[in-house]
Structures are given as C-alpha cells and as structure tokens.
C-alpha cells in the first residue's frame, strides 16, 4: 500500500511559477513509475508528466514542454513538479499517481488526492 498526499497548488498570476511535491508512504516508492494528471473544470483528466522508477526517462505532454520538470528524490521519497511559464490554461487539479506499468502510466495502481492551481491572467 501506499499513500500519496499532493502539496504546493495555489494561486499564482500568468507566467509565474509553482513547484508541486508528491510525498509517497509505504512500501516500495522507488519500484513506481510516478507522474501527474491534471483535470480542469468541466473537462476530463489528462496526462501531464511522468519519470520513471529510477528517474531517468521522462514524458511530458505537448502542452507543458519546455515549461514543466517532473523530478524525484528516491530518498524522501517525493516526486516534484516545476511549473514555471504558467498560463490560465493550466488551471486545474494536479492529481500524483503511481504506476508499477512504467511511465506511460496506463493504469494508476496510486493517486493522490489532489492540489489545485489557479492562473489569473
């Protein structure tokens, strides 16, 4: 089992940034392929970055290339999530997940309960 409990979500004006932490409890963090899902109002969940279980391969939506950095510290255990460049679009629930299928993360075997970030233009 493990617990995920999702922090840093906040208000922020247009082209600021905010840094996401996903702390991880229980067993076997660094096993876990970890990434974030965003959902905004009225429209469904979608990917936005993912790392793999040792860290060293990364995906990142085309929405937030070059804008977004998903990282993780195995000796926490935490996974981050830099936002910087931030626009209104990007409002929305920032959910961590944790996946044992690798970083395409098919199936969240973990999910967090959510952090909001709000962008005023």
């Known amino acids: 089992q493990v617990q995920l409990v999702d922090t840093g979500g906040g208000l922020v004006q247009a082209g600021g940034s905010l840094r996401l932490s996903c702390a991880a409890q229980?067993?076997?963090?660094?096993?876990?392929?970890m990434g974030w899902f965003r959902q905004a109002p009225g429209k469904e969940r979608e990917f936005v970055a993912s790392?793999?279980?040792?860290?060293?391969?990364?995906r990142y939506a085309d929405s937030v290339k070059g804008r977004f950095t998903i990282s993780r510290d195995n000796a926490k255990p935490t996974v981050y999530l830099q936002m910087n460049s931030l626009i209104p679009e990007d409002t929305a629930v920032y959910y961590c997940?944790?996946?044992?299928?690798?970083?395409?993360?098919?199936?969240?075997?973990?999910w967090g309960q959510g952090t909001q970030v709000t962008v005023s233009s």
């Open positions: 229980g067993r076997s963090f660094s096993t876990f392929a």
């Open positions: 997940v944790a996946d044992l299928a690798g970083t395409s993360l098919p199936t969240p075997d973990y």
């Open positions: 790392i793999s279980s040792g860290g060293g391969r990364t």
